[in-house]
C-alpha cells in the first residue's frame, strides 16, 4: 500500500433478505444465480481475495437445497478464508425476539458454518431496526467483541464518530464500525467518471467526519445484489480521481485490526433507537399483530416448557431430540429477519410467516406431548388407574391453580395423590367425545361406547422443576359443578368489578389502593404503512367509554372469572373518519382470570375487527406520575423516558422520522413509585406506550390495521417511502386476533418487587398429562421405569429469573442459564441431584470457561445486573 491519508476497504458482499416483498422462493432463484457467479470468481481470480456472504448461514441451507454437490467447493473457498460466513443463521432483529432466541440464532450460525470452516467473528447486523442495549452481553458470551451496524445511533449517545465501544451494564464491551450510511454505498459502482465521482462526493464527507482510524470502510454489495465484476476498473478510476486515498479489496477484519490501534475512542451504552439519520421505525413493533402474538407465544413454549421438559426427560433416561428442537428453532429464526418479524413484507410473504409459525407451534406442542407422555407411560404404580402428572418448569415449588382436562369412561372420580390423599378439585365443564377419536382400534371392534372430557380445577403444590402424579379412581358420586354467580369478585388480593362500559375497577387490598377504567380501548386512524403508525392531523380518539357491555362473574373456591362482551363503534375507513362516520365495528371479548392466591389478573382478548387503517390500544392506568417506564429485554431490563426530550426539537434537526415514545418489550412493562408499582406482563403484545396527563398510564399496543407496505410523506415519517409503495390488505387486520397479558400489582418498584419473575411464572404454566389404556398412536414400552414424583433442579436462593435448561450441544451434560433484570448485585444458588458431581461457567456457546464447585449438588452463582450466566452440569460418569 502506498503511503495516504485515507484507506478505503472495499468489501465486497450481498445482503440477503430472504424474504420481504418478494418470496423466499423468488429470492432462491437469484441466490442460486449468484453464488455460481461469486464461486467462480474466488476459485478463478486470484486478485479477487474476498466476500462476505451477509453473515448468515441461512443463505447455505438454502442454497445447498438445490446444490448439495456445491458443499467441497463451499468448504474449500471458507477455509481457503475467501468465501466469508457466518456468525448467524439468520440476520435477527434485536427488539422484539427474545434473548434465547437471538442466541440460539448465534448458536446453530456458529455450528453451522464449523462444518465448512472458521465463522467470521463480527456481530454484523447491518439493516436491524434498532440496536438492544444486550447485543455486547450476547456477543461476547460466544467470545465475539467486533460489531457492525447501521441504524439507531445519533451524537446524543456521546460520540459523532461512526468507531467507538459499545458496553453493557454488566461490563460486556464491543468495538463497533459502525455503518453510517448503510451497508449499500458501494453498490453498482459505476465506471463512469462524473457518475463515480458524484457519488463518492456525496459519501466522503460522512465517512471522513466519522473515522478515527482513516480506514473507510465502502460496502460494495445490496440487496440480492449479484457480484460486481468490473470492480477492478471502478477502483482504478477510483484512484485516479483520488490520489490522496488508496481503494482496495478488503473484509471487515482488517478494518477492525486498523481501528483496534486507537486509544481515545468513545465507550457508549445503552439502545440505539434514534431515528435522526436513518430510519429505526419505532412503532413497527405492532404491525401484523396476529404474526407478532404467534412468535412470542411459540418462544415462550420452546424456552420455558419444551426444553426443560425435555431435559428432564433426558435426566430421567430418554433421549433429547436435539435434531427435532433444532428445526423448530431455526423454523421460527428464520421469521426473526428485521423485515419477517417486522412484517413489512407482502401479503404472500406474510403468509409464509404465518405458515413457518403454525408449523413451530404445531411440532413444538406435539413433541412436548410426547415428553410428557414418555415420562409418564413408564412409571411403575402398584395398580392401573388413570393417571394425571402436574409438571413444573421452574427451579422452586409452586402452588397453582391447576385447570385440566380428564379424559375416562368413568360416569365419576376421584383423584388421589401419591399418598391417598383425595385432592379436592371443582368440575368445571363436560363433553362426550368420540371413541374414534381417542382410538381408532377401539370403535374397529364395534366399541361405540363414548368417553367423557371433564375440565376440572384445584389448587396443587408441584415440586421445582418436577413433576407429581395423581391417580384417577372410579366413584360413585360425581364432582359438583360449583362456579357460583357474584358481583364482584373477591380474592386474597383484589376486589374486582366491572363497569358498565366493560372496563375494571380494581381494588387493592394491600395498597388499599383503587385502579380504575382498567382495559379501557382507545381507537384512532392510522394514515401509516407496514413500518409505522401515523395518525390523522385532528383525529379525536374513540375510546370504549360508552359501550354497553354484557357481563359474566362467577367464582370458586381457587379461582374468579370474569367474561366481558361489546362492540366498539369505529368508521369504516380513513375517509369515513375524516368525516365522522361511525359505520364499522369492533367485537371485544375479554376474559379475566383472577387466582385467589396470587396478585396476577390473566386477560385474554379475542378481537373482530371490521374497520380498516387504525391502531386500537388498552389502557391500563396506574395511578403513578412517572418520568420512565421500566420494560424488559434479553437478559436483562431498561429504563425508558417517557417522553424523549428529541421531540422538541426532530424537525429543526431533519431527523428521518419523530421520536414517539413508542417501545418494544419482551415481557413485561412497569410503572412505579417508591410505594407501589402496575406491570403489563405479556405472553402476544409487545408494543407499549406511557400516556395520560400525568404520563401515568400505560397503553398495550392490541393491533395495527394498514393497507401498504410502505407509504410517502407520512406526518411523524416525511419524506420518501419506506420500502416500496405496494398494497397489502391482508394487513388490515380484517378477522379474529386472540392476544393474552396479565396484570401484576405489587408493593414497591418494578425491578425491586420482582417483575421479570412474574413475567416468566405467567409465562411458564404448570402443564398436566392424563395417562388413560388408550392412544391411537402407539408406543412400546421403556426398558426402564420413572418414579412417580420427580424433581430436577432447585432454587437454594431466590433473585435471578431463570431463562431455560437443556441438554448441551457437544456433550452429555444439562446447561442452565439464569439472569439478573435488577438493579443491585445478586446472589443465587442451584441445586442438582447429587449424580451431578461436576460444574463448569460456559459461554452462550457451551464452551467451558471455568469448573463451579458442586457441594453435594449445590451451586453458587453472583449476578450483577442485567447479566446472564451459564452453567453446565455433568454426572460422575
Excluded at 362473574?553 to 375517509?575: F, W
Aim: aromatic share 10%; with cysteine.
Amino acid at each position: 500500500m502506498k503511503t495516504s491519508t485515507k484507506q478505503v476497504h472495499v468489501v465486497p458482499h450481498m445482503h440477503w433478505d430472504r424474504e420481504w416483498y418478494f418470496s423466499t422462493e423468488e429470492s432462491r432463484i437469484l441466490l442460486v444465480n449468484n453464488m455460481e457467479e461469486i464461486m467462480d470468481r474466488l476459485e478463478n481470480d486470484p486478485d479477487y481475495p474476498y466476500y462476505v456472504l451477509d453473515g448468515q448461514t441461512s443463505i447455505l441451507e438454502d442454497y445447498f437445497d438445490v446444490k448439495p454437490e456445491a458443499e467441497e467447493r463451499v468448504i474449500k473457498l471458507v477455509q481457503q478464508g475467501k468465501l466469508i460466513i457466518g456468525p448467524w443463521y439468520t440476520q435477527t432483529d434485536e427488539m422484539v425476539v427474545g434473548g434465547e432466541s437471538i442466541v440460539r440464532n448465534l448458536l446453530y450460525g456458529i455450528k453451522d458454518s464449523e462444518k465448512f470452516g472458521d465463522p467470521m467473528m463480527i456481530g454484523y447486523l447491518p439493516d436491524s431496526f434498532g440496536q438492544s442495549s444486550q447485543m455486547p452481553h450476547i456477543l461476547n458470551g460466544f467470545d465475539i467483541k467486533y460489531s457492525i451496524f447501521w441504524r439507531g445511533t445519533s451524537e446524543r449517545h456521546g460520540t459523532d464518530k461512526t468507531e467507538f465501544y459499545w458496553e453493557a451494564d454488566d461490563g460486556s464491551k464491543v468495538l463497533v464500525q459502525l455503518l453510517p450510511l448503510g451497508y449499500a454505498i458501494g453498490k453498482y459502482l459505476p465506471e463512469e467518471e462524473e457518475a463515480l465521482k458524484q457519488r463518492m462526493e456525496k459519501y466522503f464527507p460522512v465517512l471522513d467526519r466519522g473515522t478515527t482510524s482513516g480506514h473507510l470502510l465502502l460496502p460494495n454489495g445490496h440487496d440480492q445484489m449479484p457480484i460486481q465484476k468490473d470492480i477492478f476498473p471502478v477502483m482504478e478510476k477510483l484512484n485516479q480521481l483520488y490520489p490522496e486515498r488508496e481503494f482496495f479489496l478488503s473484509k471487515y477484519e482488517h478494518v477492525f485490526a486498523e481501528v483496534e490501534k486507537q486509544t481515545d475512542l468513545a465507550t457508549l451504552s445503552g439502545e440505539f433507537l434514534d431515528g435522526k439519520y436513518m430510519r429505526v421505525h419505532r412503532s413497527i413493533f405492532s404491525t401484523r399483530m396476529d404474526i407478532k402474538a404467534a412468535n412470542t407465544r411459540v418462544e415462550n413454549k420452546l424456552t420455558n416448557i419444551l426444553e426443560p421438559l425435555a431435559s428432564m426427560a433426558y435426566d430421567l433416561g430418554f433421549e433429547y431430540h436435539h435434531g427435532l428442537i433444532e428445526l423448530i428453532w431455526k423454523e421460527i429464526m428464520k421469521n426473526h429477519a428485521h423485515d419477517s418479524i417486522g412484517c413489512c413484507c407482502s401479503d404472500k410473504v406474510h403468509q409464509e410467516i404465518a405458515n413457518r409459525l403454525f408449523l413451530a407451534e404445531e411440532k413444538t406442542d406435539r413433541l412436548i406431548d410426547f415428553y410428557k407422555r414418555r415420562i409418564v407411560d413408564a412409571m411403575e404404580t402398584d395398580n392401573d388407574h388413570d393417571r394425571l402428572t402436574l409438571f413444573n418448569f421452574l427451579p422452586y415449588e409452586r402452588e397453582e391453580v391447576v385447570t385440566t382436562e380428564i379424559i375416562t369412561k368413568y360416569k365419576a372420580f376421584k383423584i388421589v395423590d401419591e399418598h391417598g390423599n383425595e385432592a379436592d378439585f371443582e368440575m368445571i365443564d363436560t363433553e362426550e367425545i368420540d371413541p374414534g377419536l381417542i382410538d381408532r382400534q377401539i370403535v374397529h371392534y364395534g366399541n361405540y361406547d363414548p368417553f367423557m372430557k371433564y375440565t376440572i380445577q384445584w389448587k396443587e403444590t408441584v415440586p421445582p422443576m418436577g413433576y407429581r402424579t395423581f391417580f384417577v379412581e372410579e366413584t360413585e358420586e360425581s364432582a359438583e359443578m360449583k362456579k357460583t354467580q357474584v358481583n364482584e369478585i373477591d380474592t386474597d388480593y383484589y376486589v374486582i368489578k366491572v363497569n358498565e362500559n366493560g372496563t375494571l375497577n380494581v381494588w387493592d387490598k394491600r395498597l388499599k389502593k383503587s385502579f380504575d377504567q382498567v382495559l379501557l380501548l382507545e381507537d384512532t386512524g392510522d394514515d401509516g404503512d407496514e413500518y409505522d403508525y401515523s395518525p390523522l392531523e385532528n383525529d379525536q380518539p374513540i375510546l370504549s367509554k360508552d359501550v354497553e357491555s354484557e357481563v359474566s362473574l362467577t367464582q370458586n373456591a381457587v379461582t374468579g372469572v370474569i367474561d366481558i362482551r361489546y362492540s366498539l363503534t369505529v368508521p369504516e375507513t380513513l375517509g369515513d373518519r375524516k368525516q365522522n362516520k361511525k359505520n364499522s365495528h369492533i367485537d371485544v371479548h375479554w376474559e379475566v382470570r383472577i387466582p385467589n392466591h396470587k396478585p396476577v389478573i390473566e386477560i385474554s382478548c379475542e378481537l373482530d375487527n371490521f374497520a380498516n387503517d387504525h391502531r386500537l390500544r388498552a389502557f391500563i392506568p396506574t395511578g403513578i406520575a412517572s418520568s420512565f417506564s421500566v420494560a424488559d429485554n434479553q437478559f436483562g431490563a431498561i429504563k425508558r423516558d417517557v417522553y424523549d426530550s428529541a421531540m422538541d426539537v426532530w424537525k429543526e434537526e431533519k431527523w428521518s422520522e419523530r421520536p414517539d415514545s413508542i417501545y418494544p418489550m419482551l415481557s413485561f412493562v412497569g410503572l412505579s413509585d417508591e410505594e407501589h408499582g402496575l406491570s403489563v406482563l405479556t405472553n402476544s403484545t409487545r408494543e407499549y406506550q406511557i400516556v395520560g396527563e400525568n404520563d401515568d398510564t400505560i397503553a398495550v399496543t392490541l393491533f395495527r390495521s394498514v393497507g401498504h407496505l410502505g407509504k410517502e410523506e407520512l406526518i411523524r415519517r416525511p419524506g420518501r417511502p419506506s420500502g416500496i409503495k405496494l398494497p397489502t390488505p391482508d394487513s388490515q387486520m380484517q378477522g379474529k386476533l386472540q392476544l393474552e397479558f396479565a396484570l401484576y400489582i405489587h408493593e414497591g418498584g418494578t425491578l425491586e418487587a420482582g417483575a421479570g419473575r412474574a413475567a416468566k411464572e405467567y409465562l411458564t404454566p404448570v402443564q398436566t398429562y392424563n395417562k388413560i389404556p388408550h392412544n391411537a398412536m402407539k408406543l412400546n414400552d421403556t426398558d426402564f421405569v420413572t418414579p412417580t414424583v420427580y424433581q430436577l433442579l432447585e432454587e437454594d436462593q431466590p433473585g435471578v429469573v431463570f431463562s431455560t435448561l437443556k441438554k448441551a450441544e457437544k456433550e452429555e451434560a444439562l446447561v442452565m442459564r439464569a439472569y439478573n433484570p435488577t438493579e443491585q448485585n445478586v446472589s443465587s444458588a442451584f441445586r442438582l441431584s447429587e449424580d451431578y458431581k461436576k460444574g463448569y461457567q460456559v459461554n452462550m456457546n457451551e464452551d467451558k470457561q471455568s469448573s463451579v464447585g458442586l457441594n453435594e449438588g449445590c451451586v453458587q452463582a453472583s449476578f450483577s445486573p442485567n447479566q446472564s450466566k451459564t452453567l453446565l452440569f455433568k454426572r460422575d460418569s
